[in-house]
């Protein structure tokens, strides 16, 4: 199976996080490391707009054919459209034939080559349009509000009081893992009715977007990589 690690130039919140240094390393590596060590996974990609990520990503063992074109770099521009961008150059362009891929994202270097191996093992013995990693939601969803520019209380779900052992756990996705069949994401879909999810504990499931988020996972990696 091929992995595709996207990793666009710009990020707001976070100025150059795909390769901001992470205990000694640029945080792209993680992901780039798992992917290579997998069992399963036979080429790395990387999907980028930046020479200066390219040449990182090269030095760390992925490959790079193409830059991504600037109107897929946009914040404007959906992930998807990326993925179905890079599935047929790399396709029709480069002699490959994708039916599956892997999309591995550079901001959740908690994840673990066993994580990676897991889910794929999951999508082969299911049989699966898809799967996709979640995990569990730390606090019930039905307590969630929208709230006004007044700071007023809007429901999202029923208003009802109930407490937290009476209700149905719930999952979100955790950003880590994402594997497709071909013919599902060129419909523009992630889901359908043989989609599954893999679970993975909180633990390994920091999703890093912001300065809070970085520290975060850096202090949880501490005692692993140092």
Not at 1 to 24: F, H, V, Y
């Amino acid at each position: 199976m091929i992995a595709l690690i996207p990793a666009r130039c710009g990020s707001k919140g976070l100025i150059k996080k795909n390769i901001k240094e992470l205990l000694g390393k640029p945080m792209i590596a993680y992901t780039i490391e798992a992917a290579l060590k997998s069992k399963y996974i036979s080429e790395v990609i990387i999907s980028t707009d930046c020479r200066e990520i390219e040449e990182i990503a090269l030095r760390l063992g992925a490959k790079s054919y193409f830059l991504r074109p600037e109107y897929l770099a946009s914040d404007e521009a959906k992930a998807v459209d990326t993925y179905i961008y890079t599935i047929e150059k790399l396709n029709s362009d480069f002699n490959h034939t994708i039916n599956n891929i892997i999309i591995l994202q550079p901001t959740s270097p908690l994840r673990t080559t066993e994580d990676i191996d897991n889910a794929i093992e999951l999508f082969k013995k299911k049989h699966a349009d898809s799967v996709i990693s979640y995990t569990e939601e730390h606090h019930p969803i039905v307590w969630h509000k929208y709230i006004t520019k007044e700071k007023k209380f809007t429901n999202i779900f029923d208003d009802s009081i109930l407490n937290r052992q009476e209700i149905k756990k719930s999952y979100y996705p955790n950003g880590a893992i994402f594997i497709f069949k071909y013919d599902l994401i060129k419909h523009k879909t992630y889901y359908n009715e043989n989609s599954y999810a893999y679970i993975m504990p909180r633990e390994r499931s920091i999703d890093i977007d912001e300065e809070i988020d970085f520290k975060f996972a850096e202090f949880l990696m501490k005692g692993t990589y140092e």
